[in-house]
């Protein structure tokens, strides 16, 4: 990981606990490529879904309208993809 930190790759956001470094990556492309290659469909799922659960537990009255605008677009995108549907129609829930 201190490699990839060295080479500008990733930002290391918390190492606290060494068996769970929290870290994200600072090129789209080296994320995209990540993603698209190494998640199977399944895991991909799993994933919008916490996202999309971690962003409902935001706190919301902190937030200005266009923020809370960006985040129920990315809560929609999140859950379409955690329930792997194109479009809202399609959702089991309404």
């Known amino acids: 990981m201190k490699e990839l ?3 500008e790759l990733v930002e290391i956001l918390d190492e606290s606990d060494p068996k769970n470094i929290i870290c994200r990556f600072n090129k789209s492309f080296l994320r995209e490529s990540i993603y698209q290659i ?3 469909k399944d895991q991909k799922k799993v994933l ?7 962003i409902q537990s935001l ?8 923020a809370i ?9 999140h ?6 549907v194109k479009d809202e129609s399609d959702l089991p829930f309404k």
Request: aromatic residues 2%.
């Open 5 to 7: 930190e060295i080479g």
């Open 38 to 40: 190494m998640l199977y």
């Open 48 to 54: 919008h879904q916490q996202l999309a659960e971690h």
């Open 59 to 66: 706190p919301s009255g902190v937030m200005d309208l266009d």
């Open 69 to 77: 605008s960006l985040d129920i677009d990315k809560l929609r995108a």
């Open 79 to 84: 859950i379409l993809m955690g329930e792997d």
